[in-house]
């Protein structure tokens, strides 16, 4: 094992596995990541959310692009990032809710190639409702989330798949 290996290796267990992503750049610089080549990592919640990134770190300063994978019944407890976040549903319906209260049954559903920013300290939650669901966020790190009610953990109660 080389001391890159390590390094990631420890980067994955200090930061929840967010730095691990494939796609070497060619001679030129060009980038490409193919979709057996994405790199998810499992939240360590036990909530079944996966977490990739796909270019940059987001605890670095710097643009990151990273994706979310919701399973069904899966969404966030209210929270806001310090940095304006651009997010895309690349699969599934995403449902997101705006404010300080938990309220699925107040959630505006987005699907595949819909667009949402997320303004910097604005206060939302979101997740997946019937379907597993896969949303694409850039931003600029370093990155951070801060919960409303953090002793309630990041995730609300399962929803019925």
């Known amino acids: 094992?080389?001391?890159r290996t390590i390094a990631a290796g420890?980067?994955?267990a200090i930061l929840g596995g967010t730095v691990a992503h494939a796609g070497a750049p060619d001679a030129q610089g060009f980038v490409r990541t193919h979709l057996d080549e994405v790199e998810w990592v499992a939240d360590a919640d036990g909530s079944g959310m996966k977490r990739a990134v796909i270019a940059g770190d987001p605890s670095q300063p710097g643009l990151y692009v990273i994706r979310v994978h919701f399973p069904a019944g899966t969404m966030s407890l209210n929270h806001f990032h310090r940095e304006d976040r651009y997010a895309t549903v690349i699969s599934g319906t995403w449902w997101t809710g705006t404010g300080d209260e938990f309220d699925p049954?107040?959630?505006i559903p987005l699907k595949p190639g819909s667009y949402m920013?997320?303004?910097a300290g604005a206060h939302h939650f979101d997740g997946a409702k019937e379907e597993e669901t896969v949303v694409q966020i850039i931003g600029e790190g370093p990155s951070q989330t801060t919960r409303l009610r953090p002793e309630l953990g990041g995730y609300g109660p399962s929803l019925p798949a």
């Open 10 to 12: 420890l980067r994955r």
């Open 117 to 119: 920013k997320h303004p």
């Open 105 to 107: 049954d107040k959630t």
């Open 1 to 3: 094992m080389d001391i």
